[in-house]
């Protein structure tokens, strides 16, 4: 399917859920969808990341499907060469 999926909201305790309906004619949220993926691949998947893919797309394989994990960012050192370069470049600029 192309497109958004459709959708139904509905009141629970005074906050709006919404209910995606995928291609299986099955039923989700996306607190429940995070749920079953965490439970699945024992990876701990945000909300954030579920909800997106429901609205992407209705097929359950690629919702379900592992998630992945990407490498988290890492702070560059500084060397004392680049320390040296810099201090360089600074007295150059001030010539």
């Not at 309906?21 to 579920?50: F, G, Q, Y």
């Not at 097929?59 to 050192?77: G, N, S, Y």
Request: glycine letters at 2%; proline letters at 5%; charged letters at 30%.
């Amino acid at each position: 399917m192309v497109g958004r999926p459709k959708k139904e909201v509905r009141k629970a305790r005074g906050n709006a859920f919404r209910i995606y309906t995928l291609d299986d004619n099955t039923e989700w949220t996306v607190e429940s969808a995070t749920k079953a993926i965490n439970k699945r691949w024992h990876v701990n998947s945000t909300p954030h990341m579920v909800r997106a893919r429901l609205n992407k797309s209705s097929d359950p394989k690629v919702i379900f499907a592992k998630p992945v994990q990407t490498k988290p960012r890492t702070i560059l050192t500084t060397k004392e060469e680049d320390i040296a370069r810099q201090m360089m470049n600074l007295a150059l600029k001030n010539i």
